[in-house]
């Protein structure tokens, strides 16, 4: 295995490690005074991004812990006189919340592996093969995204319905990798292209199989693509409404875009239900984006040279 | 590298979306044409799917009354599939069109019209007739379940309300006025109460808008049909009842012409409006904000002796296409009984009663928001059934009034795009 | 790891390579089995009077389209998809690529940061909609009261309310929800970006804008196109903020084609004349996507 990374890196032309550094440090004292300047700089519009971001989560935040007196007459925004768990208390002890969070939970992630594995390998055959109707092949992918879904939920129902995956998480994951799966293929396809030929060819010329290429090489350079097209995929998953309504009935496969639906009546509206959800929810994919964005550092070589 | 042929596959898969497509199609379709086959009485064994919307999802009185149902021998068992209530009639009509469709279903009177008109839905009328508990059911609630020019019944009446006035006494006693009895005294009082971040009424032009409209159409004494069942909505009547409502945009909060529910609500309950016309639906909250400095009056008409006003019923339908319409009869003349009737309108999702017995459960009489609706519910009059019903009161109505009170179109104008939907 | 330095053997060598249709197999069934049926099906409906409880009436040939194109509200709904498209999505490419390149820089607490910027994008819709409802409320929302407060606005503004500002204050939140999702894609690019030709760039003298221009642009392009032309297309045909925060009005200044196929198929029940909107949409789309392979194809070559 050693053997072959170095080729691999080797064939791409990553310098000597001492070398890159001794170039590093000239230009790092020219760019040091910049720095002290654009440093603040650099705070002040991340803080005004993260007060535009945050700003009203926070509003939901406090407003999951206005009692609902206050929120009867007001809905979400005013700052609470004291804060109240009711919201809480009732979201997790009256509704099933928790089996809507598992539900997308599961239905997410599976969407993710699932996606994943179907869209790497239909990057890999359209950024390294090329044969007839390729670009047939790429339009196509591009094609199946132009209906709006609510033209395509009654024949996708009875479909669904005559393979008995009406009400079930599979059916769900199913059509949600269909819909994920093109654009997940044309980003993993774009990272495939930015990775030279060269690497291909060097494994080729080891004896590697091309599928031997695939699991050792693209896969492990393909990092940043993967970590970008699973939160892609996994977030399309986790807001999807339409399918998830129509295609779910009861608490053993709605998902939480659902959930939140049943928290407005026609007459009562439970803004305290709604924001205690909604606070929560977003939590698994803060907590989950935190450790994908790890892959997302660091170039090409270090990519490669590390494996 | 070896070409691989995708003009062969391309045909392939062509014939297999072909079969596939074909497939697919014929199992949709065929439920709306089918016909009830004769049923035998005993139900034993079956099991109905149910669908409902329900209030407030933290209220567990249908699962419990659903539970008591199946509980009794007798009869098979009642599964109950609840669905969010704003996209109730999106997701009914795509599972009825799709074959995935209930038995039996909880249904609004102003949706019945394009459902009748499609053949979805059971006729009644003759299983009514010989049903012991008939004389049991306030007799105007029939009509909801009717279409205009028929007088065949296809929804069992269930929940009902009537829209009825709240106004803020304090803000008015402030303005030294009291409660309006005409439509007249509303368009005079409105100038008064509006000042100082204070409004006098919500126009509310956004969604469910139309309900509160309609309840004040009714009270200034415009038809929308006539005994016919031709659409009368563009008359002068009309139009001059439609004019003084147009008015009061300019004494209504800001946002007023596309505000919904949420909005109104909270702009009455925070004093910021000083009339509100609902139902007994937002009683419990008005209450818990004001306790008695609310006072509940009947919408003003144009004349006190002739009051009328909105009533919209909730009630259930047997689908043509189920198997299990025996059961369904009995689950839905089931819930019209005295115990679950009154636990249902007692309940924190409840409204009118509609059987004369439980409707004089002093239940109903301690609150006078109650009584009031009660009283208006004798003159009020509902949505006309017509197949255009659906669309103007859920997509039409909307923007029609919007222009309306944006002054893009003319209060006649507005009455004639809408006497159009409706007829469509 | 033997495998991999075995000398292959000649047969396999001549052995038609299937490697490239075999990988391509799981996606195109799904899309044969769950795409193909449906997208003809509604293409074949808008040929067709079909309603929604009724089922398939007759073929009608153009009469759809042909009253599609006479009603004189199809202008403003035009007008409408295309301001809400290119607004949206020009917003969140715009601030997508600053947020990415300041995701890119090293500061302290940046796994976190990343991740609260993701928020917005991770709410469900629904709820997106809601928060904002209250946020712009005219009567009690925040921004309101602090224009108000500041002394940028006398009277409060209902900005879903008037039909000049409807649009472009759905556009806003539209961008709101939708910048965390560009700059995951273009921050998820930069990763590629060359570190040692952006190094020997700049020991060539190069400033920072240049070396952005001419070294970071051309390495995140392709990722930049698809990402905009796929967020034009779902863009489009999104919904969900315009239904629950102006129903499509005031009027109908911000209903947008596809709002207006959902409301003809599912409240007036007339499901082919709701599905000519969405093939009158789907062929403008689709001339963007051949723009599109014709672009990426001649870069290809």
């Known amino acids: 295995m050693v053997a072959l990374e170095r080729t691999a890196a080797g064939a791409i032309g990553v310098r000597h490690p001492d070398r890159v550094a001794t170039e590093r440090r000239r230009t790092r004292t020219a760019s040091m005074l910049k720095r002290i300047v654009a440093r603040p700089a650099l705070y002040v519009v991340l803080v005004l991004w993260m007060v535009g971001t945050l700003g009203p ?64 390998a239909a990057a890999i055959s359209l950024s390294r093969f090329r044969f007839r109707g390729r670009t047939t092949v790429l339009t196509t992918l591009l094609i199946a ?163 | 590298m070896k070409q691989f042929s995708w003009r062969r596959t391309g045909v392939l898969s062509v014939a297999l979306a072909t079969v596939v497509a074909t497939l697919a199609g014929c199992s949709s379709g065929t439920s709306a044409a089918s016909t009830p086959a004769a049923q035998s009485t005993d139900t034993t064994g079956q099991t109905l799917n149910y669908w409902l919307w329900v209030d407030n999802a933290t209220d567990q009185t249908w699962q419990q009354l659903a539970d008591e149902f ?69 007799p105007s609630a029939w009509n909801a379940g009717k279409v205009p020019g028929s007088s065949e019944v296809y929804m069992m009446p269930h929940q009902n309300t009537a829209l009825y006035l709240y106004y803020n006494t304090k803000l008015f006693t402030q303005a030294g006025l009291t409660a309006p009895k005409t439509q007249a005294d509303v368009v005079a009082d409105a100038p008064k109460l509006t000042g100082n971040g204070h409004y006098a009424f919500d126009v509310r032009g956004g969604a469910g808008g139309q309900d509160q409209w309609a309840a004040w159409m009714y009270a200034g004494g415009a038809q929308f049909v006539d005994s016919s069942g031709k659409v009368t909505l563009d008359n002068s009547v009309a139009q001059q009842v439609n004019a003084a409502y147009l008015g009061l945009v300019k004494y209504a909060p800001p946002g007023s012409a596309t505000a919904s529910y949420a909005q109104v609500l909270s702009n009455f309950l925070s004093g910021t409006t000083a009339m509100m016309i609902h139902h007994v639906g937002s009683l419990a909250a008005v209450r818990k904000q004001f306790g008695q400095d609310v006072g509940v009056i009947p919408v003003p008409s144009a004349d006190p002796s002739k009051p009328s006003t909105l009533q919209t019923m909730s009630g259930n339908v047997i689908f043509t296409s189920s198997k299990h319409q025996e059961l369904a009869w009995q689950w839905e003349t089931w819930l019209l009984g005295n115990a679950p009737m009154l636990k249902m309108s007692t309940s924190p999702q409840g409204q009118l009663p509609v059987t004369t017995a439980v409707s004089q459960n002093p239940a109903f009489t301690k609150d006078n928001g109650y009584q009031v609706a009660i009283t208006a519910e004798q003159t009020a009059q509902s949505w ?25 179109i003319s209060s006649g104008q507005m009455l004639q795009t809408l006497s159009t939907d409706l007829s469509k | 790891m033997t495998a991999l330095t075995a000398a292959p053997s000649a047969k396999r060598r001549r052995r038609p390579d299937l490697t490239a249709p075999l990988f391509l197999l799981p996606t195109l069934l799904l899309l044969l089995v769950f795409v193909a049926y449906p997208f003809l099906r509604a293409i074949w409906l808008s040929f067709t009077d079909t309603t929604l409880l009724g089922g398939t009436l007759g073929f009608v040939g153009l009469d759809n389209f042909r009253s599609l194109f006479t009603d004189p509200s199809f202008g403003t709904y035009l007008r409408s998809s295309i301001v809400w498209m290119t607004g949206g999505v020009g917003l969140q490419l715009v601030f997508g690529v600053i947020g990415a390149l300041l995701l890119n820089q090293r500061f302290r607490l940046r796994g976190v940061v990343r991740g609260l910027a993701m928020i917005p994008w991770a709410t469900p819709s629904v709820l997106v909609a809601l928060i904002w409802m209250w946020l712009l409320d005219p009567n009690h929302g925040l921004v309101n009261a602090v224009l108000t407060r500041v002394g940028l606005i006398h009277s409060p503004i209902a900005w879903f309310g008037n039909p000049h500002s409807a649009l472009p204050t759905l556009i806003v939140v539209d961008a709101w929800q939708g910048i965390p999702f560009f700059a995951v894609m273009v921050l998820a690019a930069l990763q590629a970006v060359p570190e040692e030709l952006k190094e020997s760039a700049r020991t060539d003298g190069c400033g920072t804008l240049r070396v952005f221009w001419f070294i970071t642009v051309p390495s995140i392009l392709p990722t930049v196109l698809i990402t905009l032309v796929l967020r034009l297309i779902w863009t489009a045909n999104y919904i969900d903020l315009a239904y629950v925060l102006t129903g499509g009005g005031p009027g109908i200044s911000s209903t947008t084609i596809p709002l207006a196929s959902y409301l003809t198929a599912y409240k007036e029940g007339a499901l082919g004349s709701g599905a000519s909107y969405a093939v009158v949409q789907a062929a403008v789309l689709a001339v963007l996507v051949a723009i599109y392979i014709r672009l990426t194809r001649r870069r290809e070559a």
């Open chain 1, 145 to 307: 995204q132009l209906f709006p879904a609510v033209l395509l939920v009654i024949p996708l129902s009875t479909m669904l319905q005559s393979a008995h995956l009406l009400d079930s998480r599979a059916g769900l994951v199913l059509v949600y990798v269909t819909f994920a799966t093109p654009f997940a293929t044309y980003l993993l396809k774009g990272f495939l292209d930015s990775l030279p030929r060269e690497l291909d060819e060097a494994a080729t010329v080891d004896g590697c199989t091309p599928m031997q290429m695939v699991r050792y090489i693209l896969v492990p350079l393909l990092r940043p693509g993967l970590a970008a097209a699973g939160t892609y995929i996994f977030i399309f998953s986790w807001n999807e409404f339409l399918y998830a309504l129509t295609f779910t009935s009861s608490t053993a496969s709605q998902t939480i875009p659902v959930g939140l639906q049943f928290f407005i009546g026609d007459y009562q509206i439970r803004w305290d239900l709604l924001t205690a959800a909604g606070v929560i929810a977003a939590v698994p994919v803060l907590v989950g984006f935190m450790l994908v964005q790890r892959q997302l550092i660091g170039g090409l070589s270090a990519g490669a040279v590390k494996g």
């Open chain 2, 70 to 138: 199946n509980a009794e021998s007798g009869h098979g068992k009642v599964k109950l599939q609840i669905v969010p209530a704003g996209q109730y009639l999106d997701k009914l009509q795509t599972a009825l069109s799709s074959g995935t469709g209930p038995d039996a279903a909880r249904m609004k009177d102003e949706w019945i019209g394009s459902f009748v008109k499609s053949g979805v839905l059971a006729p009644l009328s003759k299983q009514i007739d010989a049903w012991s508990g008939k004389s049991t059911v306030i």
């Open chain 1, 57 to 120: 989560y926070v509003v939901m935040a406090l407003t999951s812990v206005t009692p609902e007196k206050q929120l009867i007459a007001y809905g979400m925004s005013r700052l609470p006189s004291h804060f109240s768990v009711r919201g809480y208390a009732e979201l997790f002890s009256t509704t099933p919340f928790v089996s809507y969070m598992a539900n997308s939970i599961i239905t997410a992630l599976s969407t993710v592996v699932f996606s994943l594995i179907v869209a790497s």
């Open chain 2, 384 to 408: 006309p059934q017509l197949p255009g019903t659906t669309n103007v009161v859920n997509a039409t109505w909307g923007p029609a009034i919007q222009e309306a009170f944006a002054g893009q």
